[in-house]
DNA sequence: GATCCTCGAGTTCT
DNA sequence: CTCGAGGATC
């Protein structure tokens, strides 16, 4: 070897040294030292090297991650140690059996375990031969598995070669492949451009993607590697606890799930799922429960195996997220604008923790892309806080009697037509006034929190009202007296009372507010409040042409046309005549002085606060002349986060937009 | 004419 | 919270 290719070895051996070693920092210690780009820089560089020495590639090397195609299909592999499945629990009680049986059985009066999540994805098999990766497979049926060792290698937290491994040893590591939900979703973005099938869920997507003949396809896809375990090991000291265990893993390079904890006994295990359990809905991950597993691994030796699984470990399940279900009927609603939404009445299941019995079906489009049908066995998912939407249709389970779901013509409330709107995605009903369901929503919206906030005034009595014909606009609700509302079916006198008393503290009011109360189309608390700072007084709006109208910020010419044309009815400004009288009023509004303090000020809230609601935090800074929108973007300036703040949070850190703590807040509006 | 930003509207259950 | 679309901007 002349000196020139020895240099250039030497430097080979660095550069995948320190990739290596970003690696490591990266997925296992969570703590990048380099950016991307850095780190691309290094492969690239070593790329090159290959490239003019291809007699000198490795091949563990980081740029050889992805390999040849698999024609043939996967071979089968066995496993030298079986990789074993878990016991269940669905419930305390099981959790708590599990417990005191170990206790009874190894007779000890505590007992300590390692929580950590059950990771929703497959379980693997990695077999490190004197550190180097030689073979990835799948669990398959614990026995024997499949070789994905091609496409094992392309996931890049799986290392190609282990950190100081000791140089006589096979190492088993075992562990969970999977996608997180960005990955998935941004996968399933990629299928609908490509005309290709979308994955149900990230679990179904890890697995379709691990078993690609062509490892390109493989590594082009997001996976993921969490270490959970140790199959074989040979010539590599065991520690005495699964903890140290999981942290050798994390030496050798692999990332063990950092959420994992160590607990005692059964309120241990106890606060260990609850904590998993709200954390869940903020992982970047779908988990489906949390496994707890005997530490000690000289304890775990003594409690031996039930058949196929351990007797030292459980694994204890999250409700599920993902349920089947019957849909009983297809009803639709139809809404204060007249939309016409289909809703599917399901036969009640309990998924993701609450009783699922109606779901949203959005709207024709869906309703055909779904190809649903009223007896349709269906999957309803309801993953966090999320709404549940019914996820897909069991063809195969539809009864032969199954007749395709046709969408009315007819407003099944008034009987009038059902329109299509311009876009051609939300039918309307035509009925307008006549529509006494809109009429019932339109009520709604004006006693609503945001709008008059009438307390008290809710969905049940708005209807008992309307159907008893106690009122049919929203200035009939000031003509109410306490002696007609007590000829209704559960009214008191006491709650008779309070609402009269609401209904007069909602005299008094806002411009803002009432505008958006009156529900014109398009004029949500955003453009109500752009008008009302505009124009000043309520006349001024309701003569106001279109040309005048489309001066205002953030409003165009149809925005313009719906407010020209809501004040042009004769019976808007009846009604709105009506309120007047009624008594309804509002301080006039106060300039903003052009020097206010936060002019020109974006600010978005998120999270709560301790010291005020959120509501009053933004009517605080809008009287700053702060502008407080819901949404954060480039041009935001300030996100206040309050505690347990959402999402809003990482997108305001990703845009480097400017992130205050509720003190800093307070400092910030204090110097008023 | 294309692209980005933002608002409005509708949604489930406790 | 998410989708669709109006409005602003280049």
């Known amino acids: 070897m002349n000196d020139v290719d020895k240099h250039s070895l030497e430097e080979m051996n660095r550069l995948i040294e320190e990739i290596e070693r970003h690696n490591y920092l990266y997925y296992v210690k969570d703590s990048p030292q380099i950016p991307d780009a850095e780190y691309d820089r290094l492969l690239r560089n070593l790329e090159a090297i290959e490239n003019a020495h291809p007699e000198l590639v490795r091949d563990d090397s980081p740029t050889r991650r992805v390999g040849a195609r698999a024609d043939e299909g996967f071979n089968e592999v066995e496993h030298e140690l079986p990789m074993l499945s878990l016991a269940n629990a669905f419930d305390k009680d099981e959790v708590r059996e599990f417990h005191e049986r170990i206790l009874r059985r190894l007779e000890v009066d505590q007992v300590e375990y390692v929580a950590e999540p059950k990771l929703d994805g497959l379980a693997i098999s990695l077999l490190y031969e004197n550190g180097k990766l030689t073979r990835g497979a799948t669990r398959g049926d614990g026995r024997r598995g499949e070789d994905v060792t091609a496409n094992a290698r392309s996931i890049r937290s799986v290392p190609l070669r282990l950190r100081n491994a000791p140089s006589s040893s096979k190492i088993e590591i075992r562990g969970e492949v999977l996608m997180t939900r960005k990955g998935f979703a941004r996968l399933n973005a990629q299928q609908d451009e490509a005309g290709a099938k979308r994955y149900v869920n990230p679990r179904n997507a890890a697995a379709g993607s691990l078993r690609q003949l062509d490892p390109a396809i493989s590594a082009a896809r997001p ?380 600010f978005v809230l998120t999270g709560s606060l301790s010291g005020m609601s959120r509501t009053e935090a933004r009517e605080m800074l809008m009287t700053l002349g702060a502008k407080v929108t819901s949404s954060v973007s480039s041009k935001t300036d300030y996100v206040v986060a309050g505690s347990d703040p959402g999402s809003k949070l990482d997108k305001a850190e990703r845009l480097g937009v400017q992130v205050i703590d509720e003190a800093e807040f307070n400092e910030l509006i204090g110097g008023n």
């Not at 059964?266 to 799922?273: C, E, K, P, V, W």
């Not at 409690?303 to 470990?313: C, H, K, L, Y």
Request: aromatic share 6%; hydrophobic share 45%; charged share 25%.
């Open 223 to 602: 996976l993921e590697f969490f270490a959970y375990g140790l199959g074989l090991s040979e010539g590599f000291d065991l520690p005495a606890t699964h903890a140290e265990v999981l942290d050798a893993i994390a030496d050798l390079g692999l990332r063990a799930n950092p959420e994992r904890q160590m607990v005692s006994g059964f309120d241990g295990l106890i606060s260990a799922y609850k904590r998993l359990l709200s954390l869940r809905p903020n992982l970047p991950y779908d988990i489906d429960g949390v496994v707890y597993k005997v530490n000690d691994l000289q304890l775990q030796q003594r409690m031996g195996f039930v058949s196929r699984a351990p007797r030292w470990a459980l694994a204890h399940k999250f409700p599920a997220e993902e349920e089947i279900t019957t849909v009983e009927a297809i009803d639709v609603q139809v809404g204060r604008t007249g939309a016409i939404t289909p809703v599917a009445r399901l036969s009640p299941v309990f998924v993701g923790g609450v009783t699922v019995s109606n779901a949203t079906l959005h709207n024709h489009q869906e309703i055909t892309r779904l190809d649903v049908r009223v007896g349709d066995s269906v999957v309803v998912r309801r993953a966090g806080d999320v709404i549940p939407e019914v996820v897909s249709v069991l063809h195969d389970r539809r009864p032969d009697t199954s007749v395709a779901y046709v969408f009315p013509v007819r407003c099944p409330v008034c009987n009038s037509d059902i329109v299509l709107d311009e876009g051609g995605v939300i039918a309307r009903c035509s009925g307008g006034l006549f529509c006494i369901a809109q009429v019932r929503e339109s009520i709604k919206h004006f006693a609503s929190r945001r709008a008059m906030d009438i307390e008290g005034l809710g969905s049940k009595l708005v209807e008992q009202l309307v159907d008893n014909q106690l009122i049919s606009n929203v200035a009939d609700i000031y003509t109410l007296s306490a002696e007609r509302l007590l000829t209704l079916d559960r009214m008191g006198e006491k709650s008779a009372d309070n609402l009269i008393k609401s209904i007069q503290r909602s005299r008094s009011t806002t411009l803002p507010r009432f505008l958006f109360a009156l529900g014109i189309p398009q004029i949500g608390e955003t453009t109500a409040a752009a008008l009302a700072t505009h124009f000043g007084d309520l006349d001024a709006i309701m003569i106001a042409d279109e040309d005048a109208l489309v001066n205002v910020q953030d409003i165009g010419p149809i925005v313009a046309h719906n407010v020209v044309e809501f004040f042009a009815q004769q019976h808007n400004r009846d009604v709105i005549g009506g309120l007047i009288e009624a008594g309804i009023n509002w301080p006039s509004i106060e300039r903003v002085p052009a020097d206010a303090r936060f002019k020109d000020k974006t």
